[in-house]
């Protein structure tokens, strides 16, 4: 557990790995540590924080919470451990290593209801979450980020289901989001036409659309039933089907001209969608070639 104001002995920790990313004021942390000195894990911070255990050993752990419980229980893969904004949280850990994915969400968010410290809890769907953002963790492509979008989102979304609790939760807008205008889902497609090979973000598709970020996805969904980042997948994969049914280009080609990170991206991803690996497709009968 880290954060950009760490004390000097946070500092000290033995980090292994680290990547940080951002998002409309949360925050994701996917680490490792190596923990076989005695480590201290400190909070008190104006925001939620999440800790999902992902990996590791543990010998030896001991937390307290200024309001909540204290608990020497080792954490198991998938245990959650919830630090409710303006807790004093600390913690002593030793073992080999510890990784983990920390989740950073703005209190002001959830202001219409307590969230209560935990230790050790389970939730299921929490850690299919935080398990997939880290194996994330390595890729830096636009597909990459758009997912690390939709999954914060809905980190956040069930935090403020699962873990508010008390007063009465904010109610969701009755509107529903308008789908985009066949104005708007032409200037999507030209778009794309040419930049597949280029990085596409977020912000270039709302810029295109002259949208908010906020309001992407929701009209993505409204629109199409997908979010944007499955939205740019299925055309970056329609068009390396293309591709390969009308030219020679080797896949790397391929992969690099669709805006897939590398060969094996591209395959993965053509193989789960089409159910059969590129090079399946030269040299089958077009009636039966997947669509």
């Given at each position: 557990m880290q954060n950009e104001n760490a004390s000097s002995n946070e500092r000290q920790r033995n980090v292994l790995?680290?990547?940080?990313?951002?998002?409309?004021?949360?925050?994701?942390i996917v680490a490792t540590e190596?923990?076989?000195?005695?480590?201290?894990?400190?909070?008190?911070?104006?925001?939620?924080?999440?800790?999902?255990?992902?990996?590791?050993?543990?010998?030896?752990?001991?937390?307290?919470?200024?309001?909540?419980?204290?608990?020497?229980?080792?954490?198991?893969?998938?245990?959650?451990?919830?630090?409710?904004?303006?807790?004093?949280?600390?913690?002593?850990?030793q073992g080999?290593?510890?990784h983990f994915a920390e989740f950073h969400l703005p209190a002001?968010?959830?202001?219409?209801?307590?969230?209560?410290?935990?230790?050790?809890?389970?939730d299921a769907f929490l850690h299919q979450l935080a398990d997939r953002l880290a194996h994330l963790?390595?890729?830096?492509?636009?597909?990459?980020?758009?997912?690390?979008?939709?999954l914060i989102e809905a980190v956040s979304l069930h935090f403020r289901d699962v873990y508010q609790r008390g007063a009465e939760r904010a109610k969701p807008s009755s509107r529903s989001a308008h789908p985009l205008?066949?104005?708007?889902?032409?200037?999507l497609d030209e778009f794309l036409a040419v930049s597949l090979h280029e990085s596409i973000r977020l912000e270039h598709l709302a810029v295109v659309l002259d949208v908010s970020e906020s309001q992407l996805t929701q009209r993505f969904k409204a629109?199409?039933?997908?979010?944007?980042?499955?939205?740019?997948?299925?055309?970056?994969?329609?068009?390396?089907?293309?591709?390969?049914?009308?030219?020679?280009?080797?896949?790397?080609?391929i992969a690099l001209r669709t805006g897939f990170s590398s060969p094996s991206h591209l395959a993965t991803a053509y193989g789960k969608h089409?159910?059969?690996?590129?090079?399946?497709?030269?040299?089958?009968?077009?009636?039966?070639?997947?669509?």
């Open positions: 790995a680290r990547r940080q990313w951002s998002d409309q004021s949360r925050q994701l190596d923990i076989t000195k005695p480590t201290d894990w400190c909070f008190e911070e104006s925001w939620h924080a999440v800790v999902v255990h992902l990996g590791g050993r543990l010998r030896r752990m001991e937390s307290v919470f200024s309001r909540g419980p204290s608990s020497a229980v080792l954490p198991a893969i998938g245990d959650v451990w919830v630090i409710p904004a303006g807790q004093r949280y600390a913690a002593i850990a080999e290593r510890a002001q968010a959830f202001d219409c209801g307590r969230v209560d410290a935990r230790v050790a809890h389970r963790a390595a890729r830096e492509d636009d597909l990459a980020a758009m997912m690390r979008h939709t205008s066949e104005r708007q889902r032409a200037r629109t199409f039933g997908i979010t944007p980042w499955q939205y740019v997948l299925r055309a970056r994969l329609a068009e390396a089907a293309r591709l390969l049914d009308t030219t020679d280009w080797s896949v790397s080609d089409f159910g059969a690996p590129p090079s399946g497709r030269r040299g089958a009968p077009a009636s039966s070639r997947p669509d």
